[in-house]
Structure formats: structure tokens, C-alpha cells
């Protein structure tokens, strides 16, 4: 069955695609009782649905059961608003575009965590288990008056299992395999006892896959590329006394996988993700929360091709952080001030160059006002960098209630990224003259919900000066830069229009998304690469009983693989389709085929993509 998936959006952005009862979400700034439309990331705190002014999808636990995805990457692609590029099969680097916007202008959190490469500027999803996560929250738009630099295309947090309020434990495991000789094992166990709560889950995948590349990449090699995931996380919370937390989380994920280098090599990556956050959550009084974390994450990756022409290499990325949010209750209204301090090191011992740190101080404030029918918002952050400066942003959003089933929004903002290490440095490509980037966006949106029928629309356009773009043969410095390279233009343009529609007809659950986008170089007219000007998916779910059945098509226009718009990308429409079978009160099967078609496609020139794919497994999940 397709994911039915719990967008929304009210003020600042509107625009709901399917609402669906959402889970349960831990806050930022503190623990969250049981609340079926709790929305966290937008502003950093718990909100209600109703309440939340951004433009946003969550993804709860049951949609991701739902689903019967493996993967994180297939997971996303069918989300409203999102497109992603992967060079070959699932182990094999993705990356994920959110409103057009590249995917170094997206934030990724894990349990508040930011995670990513200082290097590439993305968020290794290829390394992220889906066995780990409990759920998911999209929020679309600039959100860098709340998290700082690259937030302009949106923030993705995932949030990974969590031990609840019962104190019965719970248990789930999982164990099924398909094509490309897939094999995929999983399990956890969650509960509270007394004071503690705690969650554990780990889990192994195993592909032997497909061959990366086509035939006429220049580094074809028609082996096999498979991969092997292997990951484990934790949490942790202790009550000290009523209102006060402390509590510890840990995510581990180690992707090994092959990539075409050549025809007479059997090139390998080690991709691996570790993360740890420290935490203290006291309630102060009646009306004050604050939140102490401290957080490490690192990035590794590197390549064993000591055969291959590339030789090995090694380039990690650690990130430690310290934060404190206070969120302070006046009435119905609720100010919010953070302090944080964020440190960024490279290790390049293959790439001298490279290796460097860069740290960034911040302050932020925001309010959150209700009146009635009315609710607005308004948020500032100063960020001090100790490579590119200091850099300050804005963000007032507005919205009313027309009706308790019709709403409107507005919201404008500013955003900023900053350029990577590679972008700066790399040698043969980095620029080291290269600036951040600086987006301004408008939007504004309706959403109409009763219960039965959800509608929405939300209209954006988010225009960046300074955009890094990358060019083959590089305008600056040309002679030193044999790679091409990355460098500022004068503008481009993020801009577009976001519709949903989502309805229940009996046993049939409806639902549709539709984006048209044009996200261009302003400077030239051309498209950004890989992204199209529409896309959309269609589902329909049907259950009854012990039995749930979906179909569901995911659909892209043509895109181009470069900036230049020389090498076309064309479109596709992937029919997948999937069932599941509860045979007792905890045990079920499930059956998932995709591109029922056999869709031949492409995400990336002369990178293969998977054709007719059939995944099947049993679960067991205490209730």
C-alpha cells in the first residue's frame, strides 16, 4: 500500500498534500507526550498541527510501515516536492532536491543532530537505515533563522525509535528479501521502566544489486555493485524528578558498497555515519522549558582503490555542537531564544588541502502569537562564522482561519548557505574567492481540511544571489582548474506552485500531488540540473480487514543532467504497487513490487537504474 503520508501546511506556507493522523514526535526542547499532530522541527519546539506555520510533510511510523519501502532515498521520491538523483543502485551516492532547491541547501537532522559531509555539502542518505527511523518530518522553505546556514531549500529530520510513556515493552523484528538478491534482517525493542525509557534497534541489509553504470560511462565495469548496510541506534531518557530529563542518543551506520571505476576494477566505498547527543531537559517553571545538548557527528567516507586509477582515499567530516533553548510561555503565545556554538573539522589525509575546521557562533529569538483565528510568527538569527563572517536572517509568517476546515497563509524570509570545503578548496575545482549564498523567498498558500477531504495549494518563489553553480570549464581562474569548477553567479530562481488533494471513498483512500517548479540560473535561463519543471504522484489505497492493497505511480518530466542544459535527462511515470497480510493479531506479511512497467530511466546520465523489482517479508510487531 502507498504511504499515506501527513502534509500541512497553515500559515507561513499551506499546503497539505494527504492528512493522515501523524505520530508521535519528540521535541527539541523537550519530551512529548503522546499527540497524533504534533509537528517539531518547524520551530523547533512541539506545535500542533493546527499551529505549525510552515509548509510541511511528516511521515509517521505507520506510513513508513505502510509502505513497505527498504530505503530511505525511495522513500523520499514519492514525497510532494521532492526529487532525488542517484548514481546506480541503492548503495550508490543520492541526493535529494527539495523545491528545486540543491540538496547542499537542505538541512538534515537525526534526533536533532545535524548530519552531512563539510566536504560535499549533503547528507550521506545512502548510508541512513530506514530499520532505524520511527518517523519523518519535511519542512519546505528557508528555515535558517532557526538552523542557521544551508537552510534554504528546506529541513528534513529524522527521528529515530524512541521509548514511549507505557511501560510495557514492545517489540518488533523484521526479516524478508527480493531481487538483486536482497536480504534484509531487523529488529528492536522499546519500552519504560520506572524512570527510564529507553529504545534499542539495529539491523543488516544485503544487495548483491546491478551494475552502476551504463555502457557508455567512461568507467563502465558490467560487474555487479552491490552493498552491505549494517546500523544500530539508541536513546535513552532518565526522569531525575517531575520536569527534568537527562538523556543520551546514538545512531551507528556503516555502508560498504561497490562503484564502477573502470572496467578492470572492482572499486569500494566505506561510507559511515556516528552519532551521539547528550541532553538535559528541565522545566524551569509553569511557563519556562530549556534544553542543554551536546552533540557530536561525523561523517566518513572513503574508497579502497588501490588498484583503481582514483587510488584510496579518506575524507571525514566531525561536527560537534552545543546548544541551549529556552522557550517561555506568555499565555498562548511563546517566545523562544537559543545560544549555540557549532564546529566544523575535515580530515583529509588523502587530500591535504582539504583538511581544515571553521566554527559558527549563533544567537536566535522567535514568538509565536495566537489570537482567535489569527496565528503569526516571527523569527531572527545571527550567525558569526569564523571563515565566511557574520550573517544575519528574518522570517514573519501570517495566517487565518476562515472557517475551522479553511485556512490561508503568507510567509517571507531569508536564507543563506554557506560553500563547502570542496567548493573553497578542493584542488583543481575549489575557488577559494567563493561566497555564501543568499536566498529571499515569498509564499503564500490555502488548505482546506474537513475531516473527509483535504485540498491545498501553496505558491513560492525563492530567489538566491550568489548561487554556486558548477560549470565544466570554469569562468575563474580557468587555467588552474582542470575539473571545472564551482562558482558564484548573479542570481537564481527557486520558485513554483505546490497542489494536493486527498480523499476517502469507503475502503478506498485517494491521493494526488502535483508540483510545477522552475528552478533556473536567472543569470542564463537554463534549468539546474536534474530537476524538472513537474512532477507528481497519484495512489490508491484499499483495506479491508486483515488485508491492505495499494497502487500508486510517482511521475518526473524531462530533465538535463548539466547546467547548460545540453544532455537531456527524460521523463518517467513508475507504476508500483504493494499488499500486505495480517494473519494474526502481531504477525503480517507483506509483498512490494516496483516500476511494475520495467521503466527503463535514468536519475543521472549513463548511471543504471533498478527495472521490475519484487521485495517480500515477514514482520512481527508486539501491539
Known amino acids: 500500500m502507498t504511504p499515506h503520508v501527513s502534509t500541512r501546511a497553515t500559515l507561513g506556507s499551506l499546503a497539505l498534500a494527504i492528512a493522515m493522523p501523524c505520530a508521535q514526535a519528540q521535541s527539541q526542547s523537550q519530551a512529548i507526550p503522546d499527540a497524533p499532530t504534533v509537528v517539531v522541527t518547524a520551530a523547533r519546539a512541539a506545535q500542533n498541527a493546527g499551529d505549525v506555520l510552515a509548509d510541511y510533510t511528516l511521515i509517521s511510523a505507520d506510513d513508513i510501515a505502510r509502505s513497505n519501502q527498504q530505503s530511505v532515498i525511495d522513500l523520499l521520491q514519492a514525497q510532494r516536492g521532492i526529487e ?3 548514481n546506480g543502485g541503492p548503495g550508490t551516492s543520492a541526493s535529494v532536491f527539495i523545491r528545486g532547491a540543491d540538496s547542499k541547501q537542505t538541512i538534515v537532522l537525526v534526533d536533532g543532530v545535524r548530519i552531512g559531509s563539510s566536504t560535499s555539502g549533503a547528507a550521506n542518505w545512502s548510508a541512513l ?7 519523518i518530518e519535511i519542512i519546505y522553505g528557508p528555515l535558517s533563522t532557526m538552523y542557521g546556514a544551508d537552510a534554504i531549500g528546506g529541513v528534513v529530520q529524522v527521528f529515530t525509535k524512541r521509548g514511549k510513556g507505557a511501560r510495557n515493552v514492545t517489540m518488533s523484528a523484521f526479516a524478508g528479501g527480493g531481487s538483486d538478491t536482497t536480504r534484509t534482517v531487523n529488529a528492536a525493542v522499546s519500552g519504560k521502566a520506572e524512570r527510564l525509557a529507553y529504545a534499542l534497534s539495529a539491523g543488516r541489509e544485503r544487495a548483491a544489486g546491478f551494475s552502476a553504470t551504463k555502457p557508455d560511462n567512461y568507467f563502465y565495469n558490467p560487474d555487479n555493485d552491490g552493498y552491505t548496510r549494517t546500523s544500530a541506534s539508541a536513546q535513552l531518557g532518565f526522569d531525575v524528578a517531575r520536569g527534568h530529563e537527562v ?3 546514538f545512531l551507528h551506520s556503516r555502508l560498504e558498497a561497490q562503484f564502477d571505476n573502470g572496467a578492470t576494477y ?12 547528550l541532553y538535559s531537559n528541565n522545566r ?14 561525523a561523517d566518513k567516507s572513503g574508497n579502497d582503490g588501490s588498484a583503481a586509477p582514483s587510488g584510496k582515499s579518506q575524507i571525514d567530516t566531525v561536527q560537534t555542537g552545543a546548544s541551549w533553548q529556552n522557550d517561555i510561555a506568555f499565555g498562548s503565545d511563546t517566545l523562544q531564544v537559543l545560544a549555540e556554538r557549532r564546529i566544523e573539522k575535515v580530515l583529509a589525509s588523502s587530500t591535504p588541502q582539504l583538511a581544515g575546521e571553521r566554527s559558527t557562533n549563533s544567537l536566535a529569538a522567535s514568538y509565536q502569537l495566537k489570537r482567535g483565528a489569527y496565528l503569526a510568527s516571527a523569527s531572527a538569527r545571527h550567525d558569526d562564522s569564523s571563515q565566511y563572517g557574520s550573517k544575519a536572517t528574518g522570517a514573519l509568517a501570517l495566517g487565518y482561519r476562515i472557517s475551522p476546515a479553511l485556512q490561508l497563509g503568507a510567509s517571507a524570509g531569508t536564507s543563506f548557505r554557506a560553500p563547502t570545503f570542496n567548493e573553497l578548496y578542493y584542488p583543481g575545482y ?6 555564501p549564498e543568499h536566498g529571499k523567498n515569498a509564499e503564500a498558500g490555502i488548505h482546506f481540511d474537513n475531516g473527509a477531504t483535504q485540498l491545498s495549494a501553496v505558491h513560492f518563489s525563492n530567489r538566491v544571489s550568489d548561487l554556486l553553480v558548477y560549470a565544466a570549464v570554469c569562468p575563474v581562474e580557468a587555467a588552474t582548474h582542470p575539473y571545472g569548477c564551482s562558482y558564484n553567479i548573479n542570481k537564481g530562481v527557486l520558485g513554483g506552485t505546490s497542489v494536493a488533494a486527498a480523499t476517502q471513498l469507503g475502503s478506498f483512500a485517494l491521493s494526488s500531488s502535483f508540483d510545477w517548479q522552475n ?3 536567472d543569470t542564463t535561463g537554463k534549468l539546474l540540473a536534474r530537476r524538472a519543471r513537474q512532477h507528481a504522484r497519484a495512489g490508491v489505497d484499499y483495506g479491508a480487514g486483515p488485508f491492505t492493497a495499494g497502487v500508486e505511480v510517482v511521475a518526473s518530466g524531462k530533465r538535463f543532467n548539466d547546467a547548460a542544459n545540453r544532455t537531456v535527462l527524460g521523463g518517467y511515470a513508475l507504476l508500483n504497487l504493494n499488499a500486505r497480510y495480517a ?3 502481531d504477525w503480517s506479511a507483506l509483498l512490494r513490487v516496483d516500476n511494475v512497467n520495467n521503466k527503463h530511466y535514468e536519475l543521472a546520465r549513463t548511471y543504471a537504474t533498478a527495472g521490475i523489482k519484487v521485495f517480500a517479508g515477514v514482520r512481527y510487531a508486539m501491539q
Open 430 to 435: 575549489g575557488v577559494a574567492a567563493n561566497k
Open 266 to 277: 572492482d572499486a569500494r566505498s566505506r561510507e559511515v555515519l556516528e552519532n551521539v547527543a
Open 583 to 585: 494473519f494474526s493479531r
Open 519 to 521: 528552478p533556473r540560473d
Open 284 to 297: 524551569i517553571s509553569e511557563r519556562w522549558s530549556s534544553r542543554v545538548q551536546l552533540t557530536r557527528a
Open 84 to 86: 532525488v538523483a542517484r
Open 247 to 249: 538523556g543520551a542518543l
Open 129 to 135: 537505515s530506514l530499520a532505524n527511523i520511527d518517523h
